[in-house]
């Protein structure tokens, strides 16, 4: 296991459980404190703040959540891992809400308690933790704390470092081109070049030269012999950012370069060899653009080798805590002013916007913030929406039954979505995690499960009517 060494610290008044959970990562070589109370962590645990927290809800005195909202002050890098013996969902909510790594109900299952601590290490090895003594912010980590950031970061990791072509795909300002940076940093090429083309800000006239390099003479304004951005790239990695933007004229001659590595220069017979890897980004649908007839299939399959997607911000809330406080750290540095006071109120605040400009927009409300709060607190002034999130899929023995008519109008997609859930929330004893949850039935991830069920306001009492 990595991580090996790593400190976790439990916190439970349940002196058996306490001893199971020191038992099970002690077994994966982790160092292991435990607590009886949350008064006796804060009182005791002065010294290394730990990798992960495994934290009982129910605790005499101070409650779990309040040494969560307690450590928001002071350690906010630390991901905790709560247990709860009632699965109440409205507590994971807020716990979640309030960036809890996980949210786990007794009695647990090992397994899922071992990988929720190994991915909360892992997140926290990739700069999404820092604790105090640890350098201050830096630009270029990527920061984030739930599900949908842990697979991200899995997945970089898994196929940094291989050779194979990766197609990220998300929104604009989601971080596309944070993951292609990551990927050649964690590469064998790292040492070489990591050369970006943005491929919506070439005239379409030259995009082949640049591309590819020309010969002097080639074409009026050719003045000498100029190298392509494949051969700038040789040994290292070539990130095309807005692959979507390619014109259809150049798309087949990109595929052979891609295939067979080699390609001619502008005005030249000879062909050239290079040893690149491939990173492409869009915030296009690829497959909707392949549909459309605008982007060649065979290309589309030539990229799609590694797909990574990067969801939008509204769809991982969870991360926003944390992103916050990344940026205001980060900007106080960059804009050398003294750091402005992040509130639970503004960080609740920052939640309920619907980001439509992703991370950036976040960073630029920030960075907005911090100039006009000239220290002090930080207030945001963020439009109120009524953007929807996404909807969940419908489950899938009721989608075999019937197919959806094409007209339903939204309020009634809401009815039944709500009714689908309520029916197989019934089905689990409204359980929400583990391998036979709602979350695990529906295909989705318990803390989107979580937050739609709060959302559409269902709960276990009319669950059960
Ligand atoms: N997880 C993250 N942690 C910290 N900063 C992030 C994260 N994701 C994105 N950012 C920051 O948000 C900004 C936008 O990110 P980036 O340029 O990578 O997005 P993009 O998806 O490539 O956008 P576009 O599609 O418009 O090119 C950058 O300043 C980047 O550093």
């Not at 959970?21 to 005791?44: I, M």
């Not at 002013?337 to 920030?366: F, M, S």
């Amino acid at each position: 296991m990595k991580n090996v060494d790593a400190l976790v610290c439990v916190v439970d008044d349940d002196v058996s459980i306490r001893e199971s959970v020191r038992g099970l990562l002690r077994a994966e070589g982790l160092r292991v404190e435990t607590y009886g109370s949350a008064d006796d962590f804060l009182a005791r645990s002065r010294g290394e703040p730990p990798g992960c927290l495994v934290l009982d809800v129910e605790l005499p005195g101070l409650s779990g959540l309040q040494l969560q909202r307690e450590l928001f002050r002071s350690e906010p890098h630390i991901p905790i891992v709560f247990l709860t013996g009632h699965g109440d969902i409205s507590m994971s909510v807020r716990a979640i809400k309030a960036g809890a790594f996980e949210f786990l109900t007794k009695p647990f299952d090992p397994e899922e308690l071992l990988d929720a601590v190994q991915e909360s290490l892992l997140t926290r090895e990739y700069g999404g933790h820092r604790s105090k003594d640890q350098a201050s912010a830096q630009s270029n980590e990527i920061v984030g704390i739930g599900g949908a950031h842990r697979t991200l970061i899995k997945q970089i990791s898994m196929v940094a470092p291989t050779d194979s072509t990766v197609l990220i795909q998300g929104e604009t300002g989601t971080g596309k081109e944070l993951v292609a940076r990551e990927i050649h940093k964690l590469s064998r090429r790292k040492e070489h070049a990591l050369v970006r083309v943005n491929c919506a800000s070439i005239p379409k006239e030259l995009y082949e030269s640049e591309f590819f390099g020309h010969a002097r003479g080639a074409f009026t304004g050719a003045i000498k012999d100029r190298m392509g951005r494949f051969e700038a790239a040789h040994g290292g990695t070539l990130f095309l950012d807005e692959i979507g933007e390619i014109p259809l004229e150049l798309q087949s001659k990109l595929l052979r370069a891609l295939q067979e590595k080699q390609f001619e220069r502008v005005g030249e017979e000879r062909t050239r060899r290079v040893d690149v890897r491939v990173v492409v980004a869009t915030n296009r649908d690829l497959k909707a653009e392949v549909a459309g007839g605008r982007f060649r299939e065979d290309l589309y399959y030539r990229l799609d080798v590694f797909p990574v997607r990067v969801s939008p911000l509204r769809d991982r809330r969870e991360d926003i805590p944390m992103l916050a406080k990344y940026f205001v750290e980060l900007l106080a540095k960059e804009m050398k002013c003294t750091k402005p006071r992040l509130t639970e109120a503004g960080v609740i605040r920052l939640q309920e916007y619907h980001w439509p400009g992703n991370i950036r927009e976040l960073r630029n409300v920030i960075e907005r913030a911090t100039i006009l709060a000239r220290g002090k607190v930080l207030e945001f002034d963020l439009p109120t929406t009524t953007a929807e999130a996404p909807a969940l899929p419908a489950p899938r023995s009721m989608n075999q039954e019937k197919a959806e008519p094409e007209f339903m109008t939204e309020p009634e997609i809401q009815r039944r979505e709500r009714e689908n859930l309520r029916i197989v929330l019934n089905k689990t004893g409204w359980k929400v995690g583990g391998p036979s949850g709602a979350a695990e039935l529906l295909g989705v991830k318990p803390t989107t499960l979580i937050s739609r069920i709060k959302k559409m306001g269902l709960s276990r009492n009319e669950a059960t009517q």
